[in-house]
């Protein structure tokens, strides 16, 4: 009698396979998966040069946290640190800290942790209490600042926006006091890519602090833009390190930084504001090292794919390759807006559009969803946030790979899709 094959798969299996045979099973059971290249509602880099895909098979086995035997890979680990913190308006480039993520959850923790370790010891050195710390941000923050505060016993004060480009502004502010280790501020959030006034925040924090004698600073959720912003000339205020409360900001490479997944990046204002009680120092290889990560192993390959990308583009190629991003962005958005059928919700900054179909009540989003599908293309739907009536949205994110003529295919099907869905409901 034969064993289910099904429940056979969840068992560790006894005798091997040739090497050929174990990749023609795998490669059959992701024939099932969606088209990685036609997921546009992702924000992950899924094509790099074929020199990118050489040199990370070539050090796909390198742990980078064994800086002894692979001292240059730490070198220019810390190159990359330099180089962001240059792009992000670092004041002292004589004194710049940062590191490697595995993705710009991990920034945000690290990141918020430090910000709690110095509240937490401007606390004790003026002898008061450390016990109910609080974060504020708002509702359209990741999801990872919710996971922060609940795995770092750190009380959550998120506040509900109450329209899709709304930030809570007056009611951040009036939700700070002396417990507070930050507020976080986003540069594009992954809703509709919006922008928080992140110049006026600072502004407004400053007078809070001086009138209070406290010293909140700010954490900048760049994930998204942190790779764009620095190449547009479109946008005019300030939103980095060029703002004095500003401490710490992440970013992702593996974004618009054009690496494949998963490499996240953070980097402090000043070497000062990362505690030194963060930074742990173990001898298990050949000498000590000192890390400042959730995690202690990492492949070092997306490090150095990252370097490859800085070295490839520059900043003419990487100004080059966002522009077109943004132009393709605009034509999709142009459009959808002049068919009448969707309505485009985001603010035309970032090279994300995102839209909702102007009818509502009459076609159903998630089956509108699965006839897309049906042509290959792969958008999410999801609920936009806050304390007002949930809108249903769809997401395009327009990345290196996606270029003119599969916009105009793509904007072809939307509208065919939605004339065939409404005209069965007639």
């Known amino acids: 009698m034969k064993k289910n094959s099904k429940n056979s798969l969840n068992i560790f299996p006894k005798k091997g396979n040739k090497p050929a045979k174990a990749y023609k099973a795998i490669c059959s059971e992701l024939a099932l998966d969606g088209n990685v290249h036609l997921d546009l509602g992702s924000f992950s880099t899924t094509v790099m040069n074929s020199y990118a895909d050489k040199l990370i098979l070539e050090q796909i086995g390198k742990n980078f946290i ?103 502004l007056e009611e951040i502010l009036n939700s700070i006091d002396e417990n507070t280790i930050c507020v976080g501020a986003i540069a594009g959030n992954t809703y509709t890519g919006s922008i928080d006034p992140i110049e006026e925040l600072n502004s407004k924090l400053s007078e809070i602090n001086s009138k209070n004698n406290w010293d909140i600073g700010i954490h900048v959720d760049a994930a998204i833009s942190g790779f764009v912003l620095p190449f547009l000339k479109l946008h005019k205020s300030q939103w980095n390190f060029s703002l004095p409360l500003v401490r710490s900001i992440n970013l992702s490479g593996h974004k618009f930084g054009l690496v494949y997944p998963g490499i ?28 400042f990560t959730l995690n202690y192993s990492k492949g070092a390959s997306m490090i ?35 068919s009448d059928y969707f309505e485009v919700v985001d603010e035309a900054i970032l090279p994300i559009v995102v839209f909702k179909l102007k009818l509502n009540n009459s076609i159903d989003l998630n089956e509108f969803q699965l006839h897309l599908k049906a042509r290959n293309w792969m958008l999410p739907v999801y609920d936009s946030p806050g304390n007002f009536e949930p809108e249903k949205l769809m997401r395009i994110v327009i990345k290196e790979n996606f270029n003119r003529a599969m916009a105009s295919h793509l904007c072809d099907d939307l509208i065919n899709v939605y004339q065939n869905l409404n005209n069965y409901r007639l």
């Open 66 to 168: 064994d800086y002894g035997e692979y001292g240059q890979t730490k070198k220019i680990h810390d190159r990359i640190i330099a180089i962001l913190s240059g792009l992000l308006n670092v004041p002292n480039r004589k004194s710049i800290n940062g590191t490697s993520t595995l993705g710009s959850s991990e920034a945000i923790h690290l990141a918020l942790l430090a910000h709690k370790w110095n509240w937490k010891k401007r606390r004790q050195s003026l002898n008061l209490n450390t016990s109910k710390p609080n974060i504020v941000y708002s509702g359209n923050a990741h999801v990872c600042w919710d996971k922060f505060a609940l795995y770092f016993d750190v009380e959550p004060r998120k506040i509900p926006v109450s329209a899709l480009h709304s930030y809570p």
């Open 264 to 291: 996240g990046w953070l980097i402090f204002r000043d070497a000062f504001f990362l505690p030194k009680d963060l930074i742990f120092s173990s001898h298990y290889l050949e000498k000590p090292i000192e890390t």
């Open 304 to 338: 150095l794919a990252q370097y490859f990308s800085i070295l490839q583009h520059g900043i003419s190629g990487y100004k080059k390759i966002i522009k077109n991003c943004c132009q393709i962005a605009q034509i999709i958005r142009e459009k959808l807006s002049q």
